[in-house]
């Protein structure tokens, strides 16, 4: 269910049944001549677009102006959009906030932008995790007051916390392709991998015909791409986004 179409009884029943609710995360940079600039947000979107069909999440309108970084190319002529990620962590502990007041409280994150090394993190997802505590740990002083951790009451803190009732999980930030999936499948910028996931979830967003026209070591795989292999991939990454979901 898309939140911006929801109806208050519905958001309310979304809380009460401790639904998923699902924050579309990504950037818009430079991927070759021959993809579009918004392939980090599609591939979350356009999954999401699937994982809808086969569980109930309620999905947020996305979040496409990340730390995109000029790493791969100059912004000029480009499309590379960055902002950067001091500006990003506030906004995303405004975010969160906003959600917990509402009375989410499992909520997710989904990012494809720089994660092949999601443990260590990079800008973008960094600046969402950091926004994410914040936004926790000033709900709780908000609704429980200062020293609420210390207070007698919480002398069962770490009880509740093995058995799954962490106040700190009810904001979780995931990859698109986890670990397990990069390491069976080509993790790149713009070359094969990408293409071909964007190939299968957007092929709007790709005109293979253009990867002739460009002269960057990083997209020299891209002739490689198919949509077969993205949509391989794609069952995959649904499958694991499932599983995240429900535990």
């Known amino acids: 269910m898309r939140f911006e179409l929801m109806l208050p009884y519905q958001i309310k029943e979304a809380i009460t049944k401790h639904t998923p609710v699902l924050l579309p995360i990504g950037v818009m940079e430079y991927h070759g001549e021959h993809m579009a600039v918004g392939m980090d947000t599609l591939a979350v979107t356009k999954s999401l677009d699937r994982l809808e069909s086969q569980m109930e999440v309620v999905i947020l309108p996305p979040f496409s102006y990340g730390a995109a970084s000029y790493a791969v190319a100059a912004p000029e002529s480009s499309g590379t959009l960055h902002v950067d990620a001091a ?3 506030p906004l995303a502990e405004q975010i969160f906030t906003g959600l917990l007041r509402i009375g989410f409280r499992n909520i997710h994150g989904v990012i494809h932008h720089q994660t092949e090394n999601f443990s260590a993190g990079m800008p973008t997802d960094l600046a969402f995790k950091v926004g ?56 790149d910028h713009a070359g094969e991998g990408e293409t071909s996931l964007l190939m299968a979830l957007a092929p709007e967003g790709v005109e293979i015909a253009r990867v002739s026209e460009n002269n960057t070591w ?18 995959k990454i649904i499958e694991r986004l499932m599983e995240r979901l429900k535990s």
Not at 218 to 235: F, H, I, M, R, W
């Open 132 to 187: 994410a505590r914040q936004a926790i740990f000033k709900f709780l002083e908000r609704t429980n007051g200062e020293g609420w951790w210390g207070a007698q009451d919480m002398n069962d803190y770490y009880t509740q916390h093995q058995s799954g009732n962490d106040p700190f999980n009810w904001i979780k930030l995931h990859p698109l392709m986890d670990a397990a999936i990069i390491k069976n499948y080509i993790f």
């Open 218 to 235: 990083y997209t020299k795989s891209a002739y490689n791409s198919s949509s077969d292999k993205g949509e391989e991939v794609t069952l």
């Open 87 to 89: 500006v990003l962590a």
